[in-house]
């Protein structure tokens, strides 16, 4: 079965610091990976996602992942956390079915901007 | 601008008072998903229709139903809400494999069971 963990529950980093988010998944195929943020009250954002091809993927908003295979992680990145960038990220894996797809979410790290 | 829109944004119903929630995309995907979220933890599969095949995950209970009457339109019913069930609950839509796989969320309808 597949899984998604972010080890992270908590970050706080301060505006203008460079940011990284962690996650590991775990799948039997090629795993289709996204990240996902989500501001209080609000649905979720899709920052970026990756299919195939090239491993260094970049988003929304200044965001960019990079997926390694020999560790089965796909961690977030940004350069320079801006205080709107504090929210809820989700890491997700799809299970691609031809009836639609199954995203399994890790349980989210929320991060805090100081200024 | 296409999207995924929710109605209402917040819902407040009585225990055992059926409720339902409304779910519309203009992204003309066939695949619509709910999600039940609650506070603090990751969204969590309900279902899912493809066109209008329905297909429920295992551990959905049988409180919560769904209608996808057209395309555009997907609806989330509970039959009688429990104290358990105050929850954010997401509607996603996707297209298929080949097309687009992305599954994009709605705002979300906040349920308060009082």
């Known amino acids: 079965a597949q899984s998604v963990t972010q080890p992270d529950i908590h970050i706080t980093v301060s505006e203008g610091a460079s940011l990284e988010l962690r996650c590991n998944y775990s799948?039997?195929?090629?795993?289709?990976l996204f990240w996902y943020v989500q501001s209080p009250g609000q649905g979720l954002q899709l920052l970026l996602k990756y299919f195939s091809g090239d491993t260094l993927v970049q988003g929304i908003k200044g965001f960019e992942a990079e997926f390694k295979r020999s560790q089965s992680s796909f961690n977030l990145r940004k350069p320079s956390v801006h205080w709107s960038d504090a929210a809820e990220y989700f890491c997700?894996?799809?299970?691609?079915?031809?009836?639609?797809?199954?995203?399994?979410f890790g349980g989210g790290t929320r991060v805090l901007v100081k200024p | 601008d296409a999207m995924v829109i929710q109605n209402p944004r917040y819902q407040v119903t009585q225990f055992g008072k059926p409720v339902t929630l409304s779910c519309s995309q203009t992204l003309n995907h066939n695949v619509m998903y709910w999600y039940q979220q609650k506070s603090s933890q990751a969204p969590k599969l309900l279902f899912h229709y493809y066109d209008k095949d329905f297909n429920n995950e295992a551990d959905t209970p049988d409180n919560f139903q769904s209608r996808r009457p057209n395309t555009s339109f997907c609806f989330l019913d509970i039959r009688s809400p429990g104290l358990g069930d105050a929850a954010m609950y997401l509607c996603a839509t996707s297209g298929v494999t080949g097309v687009d796989e992305t599954q994009y969320f709605g705002p979300g309808t906040r349920l308060l069971v009082l």
């Open positions: 799948y039997g195929a090629t795993p289709y």
């Open positions: 997700a894996v799809a299970s691609i079915k031809a009836a639609g797809n199954k995203l399994t």
